[in-house]
């Protein structure tokens, strides 16, 4: 089989749902469309026990010091370094902890670099500014197997050590690449021929969505189902890291912005110091010995 081969379950095939797409009505539009997306979910739903192993190499990835790296061309990579860009805000994380690779560097965030993703030679050089190391996790995201900056990337990190993925609208057995997991959400051909910002994008949002926050929940980034580590950066995290406070404990509004000053901001040192009825110091050490689960530090908290 060639190595230019599209199989005819991949998104560069003609969608027949959609060949009158260009007479329909607005609204014929947006339903066309909309019919198409609902198919992504079960397409994501597909791969799930693929994603879970996905999940449990960043843990381990970041349990040994190392990073996620995503790295992509075009929307594949936009999505990428937007998914990165929005953990620290969201989880508290440090920057260098999640970040994005895009063919084209970040300019190709705001406009398209035409043939970037073509540049092997780039996509192994990236892994070497990156510095990746065996400690890390590389995840390529492309809707197709043969994006050559991705695969050029995916196999130098393997050269230097590091675990790596591939999150790809291909069909897994379409794959040849030496690889730690494979996510493939076949989606299917999009209701505009080869527009892969469509469903191969929505399917790849949803998977990076899914790794990324159930990663932050693995390390204790959530308590219950409330974000308790967001960084308090600007005042609409600072009012959501108040109310998140409120729901928690109960507390009053007043009575949270001053427990949150106690605090110095820190949502979860508030709640163990509320909820285990201990001091700053004491509830950021029960947070340090419960590995920053906020359960286990109030467990461990002495109740006044």
Not at 247 to 266: I, N, P, Q
Request: proline share 5%; charged share 25%.
């Amino acid at each position: 089989m060639p190595d230019d081969y599209v199989d005819p379950r991949l998104t560069e095939r003609r969608n027949p749902r959609s060949s009158t797409i260009d007479t329909a009505t607005a609204l014929e539009i947006v339903d066309l469309i909309g019919a198409e997306d609902a198919t992504v979910p079960a397409a994501v739903a597909q791969a799930r026990e693929e994603i879970a192993r996905a999940i449990d190499l960043i843990e381990a990835a970041f349990r040994a010091g190392g990073r996620l790296l995503y790295v992509g061309a075009g929307t594949s990579g936009r999505l990428g370094v937007l998914d990165a860009a929005e953990c620290p805000p969201t989880f508290g994380t440090p920057p260098e902890w999640i970040q994005g690779v895009i063919a084209g560097g970040y300019g190709a965030l705001i406009q398209a670099v035409e043939g970037a993703e073509d540049r092997e030679d780039d996509g192994a050089d990236q892994m070497h500014r990156a510095r990746v190391e065996p400690r890390d996790f590389v995840l390529g995201i492309a809707a197709s197997r043969r994006t050559p900056f991705v695969v050029a990337a995916l196999a130098e990190a393997r050269k230097l050590g590091a675990r790596t993925g591939l999150l790809t609208c291909t069909p897994r057995a379409e794959l040849t690449l030496d690889l730690d997991v494979a996510i493939c959400p076949v989606v299917g051909p999009e209701a505009v021929m080869g527009s892969t910002r469509m469903k191969a994008g929505t399917a790849q949002k949803l998977v990076l969505n899914m790794i990324s926050t159930a990663t932050m929940v693995r390390f204790g980034k959530l308590y219950e189902n409330m974000m308790v580590d967001l960084g308090a950066n600007s005042q609409k995290l600072i009012e959501r890291g108040r109310r998140t406070l409120m729901t928690v404990t109960g507390l009053e509004y007043e009575a949270a912005c001053a427990r949150l000053d106690e605090a110095g901001g820190h949502v979860k040192t508030a709640i163990v110091m509320t909820l285990a009825h201990v001091d700053r110091a004491a509830a950021e050490a029960h947070l340090a010995a419960a590995r920053g689960f906020v359960r286990g530090a109030i467990e461990g908290g002495t109740p006044s």
